[in-house]
């Protein structure tokens, strides 16, 4: 009765699920080399034209002058806009920006600068595109991040960008016809990220939770059952020969397939659960992560000490290969720094007491974590410059390199330090560790190793998932198969001899009538 009824519960969880395990496995291939377009620093950074020390005729205090007290900022960069050099105060009301050549403050953008700031972006022509108003989201503008932009203007070009441009003439997003295309391969089903559904981000949460969990049950079930009809001595015949496996057919191939690859399946499907986060505790990094974050600062952000090093002085130590397209104000252990970029890993610190640097003195990072963790001790410290187990990324788009910290804390914390920003990039605790195993370790299989010497990587991933659409392509067939018989009889037999017929075809009780 046992082995019926996990039969029965398995194969009707089968049909429920049978198409979006389908859905899961080809996209997973779709994802190891698309993904879901989006507008990122780099991007930002990419198509921002570089900061002109000519231009700069403001100093910050007086740029700070002209907003209103209450907007007093905690965050201030120096970047170009419209193609004039701008300040961007943080607010607690989001970000206010100041022209550094007039003084002017930039309170409505004008569709004016917003076509430019869409052409620009794009290379296109404004008078090519087509403009239209996006007051609620489309495909390409549901992430949750997007939200704060609306109202935003859409632009499309003929070869296929679209940019989407916000209130503030900022570009939060940008797709082509290439990735878009990539997107409905990989993101889109893999995530469900489908727009009816997607744009009530609870209700998509709870399908995806929901749904990935009863996955792993059906999953789990079917290994169970695998593993009991096995028969390694062939007690079973099948067409007059002696067989392992008493099935034939796509039932044959389903339980072969899910014999090889229900394990991955299972804990494929459970660690993608994960990626929704349902268990909190279990992504919890260490409770000290904002103590020392504000230790590497150390003072609370102020004008006043950038004093004695204009923009403009600052800009003009920075090495002549070095075109800086952002300039930020920020401290270190309590001095005041700039940090001035061009791309995500070329930047220099340029202190305002002292010359300019690659990098942070990893010796210095070192000094100041561990004073802040007190009483706790830093039990081990090195520099980081090749990933590793708990710090690495494909896409090599993680920092390089970095100052890594372990402490005896009863969190066992473990930090990550981008020494040429003095910034936590990846902080670890007990747990934490757990679910970056669970999580990406079980369902992106990021290990060192296959990353390090892929084609590796590609391959083993690649036949993981083919084995996984493999056995989801039986799913389908044998779940279809079903139903199209169940369907059959109903249509041929009285509705209640129908009921009975499904009753007895379950090995449920027949009742006579």
Known sequence: MLKRGLIFVHRWLGIALCLIFLLWFPSGIGMMYWDFPSVGPGDRLEHSPALDPSKVVLSPEEAAAKLDSEQQTGQVRLNTFDGRPVYRFRTERGEAIVYADTGEDQIEVPDAVMNRAASAWSGQPISAATI?????ADQWTIQSPLRNFFPMTKYSWPDGQQVYVGATGEVVQYTTTASRL????GAIPHWLNFLPLRKYGAQWSQVVIWSSGIATLSAIIGIVIGIWMYSPSKRYRVAGAATAIPYRGQKRWHAILGLMFGLVTCTWVFSGLLSMQPFDRLTEGPSGAGRLAGALRGARFQLGPFEGKSPSAALAQVPADLHVKVLEFTFFAGEPVYLATEAPQQSRVIPVRYPSAAFFDPDIVATVLARASRPSEVVEARLVDKYEAYYLDRHHDLPLPVLFIRLNDPDHSMYYVDVRTARIVAAYSARSRWNRWLYHGLHSFDLPWLYRYRPAWDI?????LLGGASLSVTAVTMGWQVLSNK?????????????EAVEADEGGPVSAR
């Open 132 to 136: 239209e108003p996006v007051e609620d």
């Open 460 to 464: 083993f991933v690649l036949v993981l």
């Open 182 to 185: 990539g997107a409905w391969v």
């Open 487 to 499: 369907l059959r009889r109903a249509g041929r037999l009285r509705p209640v001899v129908a009921v």
